[in-house]
């Protein structure tokens, strides 16, 4: 079974950093882009960035932009969220997905994790 799971959440003050960690099992790793997104109460769930199979190429959305940086490590299957200057508005349930497609501008994912809080105080 297919199985995508996050860590590394928590509460982080304003100004602060944190690192995500996506563990995925059950699937050829090195064949998926993964992403991650997030959803704050209330709203619908939100893009956040991605990274290409081999972990070269990669793509932001504008709010986090120069903030949070992707990475993966293919060797342990596992995708990361770098996330520094941190913002109460970036308050919100992170989740990692992962899909066979190429292109990193896509909702469109096959699998995803169950998603760690994220929460920054002011």
């Known amino acids: 079974q297919v199985q995508l799971v996050e860590s590394g959440g928590g509460l982080v003050q304003a100004g602060g950093s944190l690192r995500l960690s996506c563990a995925a099992s059950?699937?050829?790793?090195?064949?998926?882009?993964m992403g991650w997104f997030r959803q704050a109460p209330g709203k619908e769930r939100e893009f956040v960035t991605a990274?290409?199979?081999?972990?070269?190429?990669?793509y932001y959305a504008d709010s986090v932009k120069g903030r949070f940086t992707i990475s993966r490590d293919n060797a342990k299957n596992t995708v990361y969220l770098q996330m520094i200057s941190l913002r109460p508005e970036d308050t919100a349930v992170y989740y990692c997905?992962?899909?066979?497609?190429?292109?990193?501008?896509?909702?469109?994912?096959?699998?995803w994790g169950q998603g760690t809080q994220v929460t920054v105080s002011s």
């Open positions: 059950g699937l050829p790793f090195r064949l998926y882009k």
């Open positions: 990274v290409s199979r081999t972990g070269t190429n990669s």
């Open positions: 997905a992962a899909d066979r497609s190429v292109a990193l501008q896509s909702y469109e994912y096959d699998y």
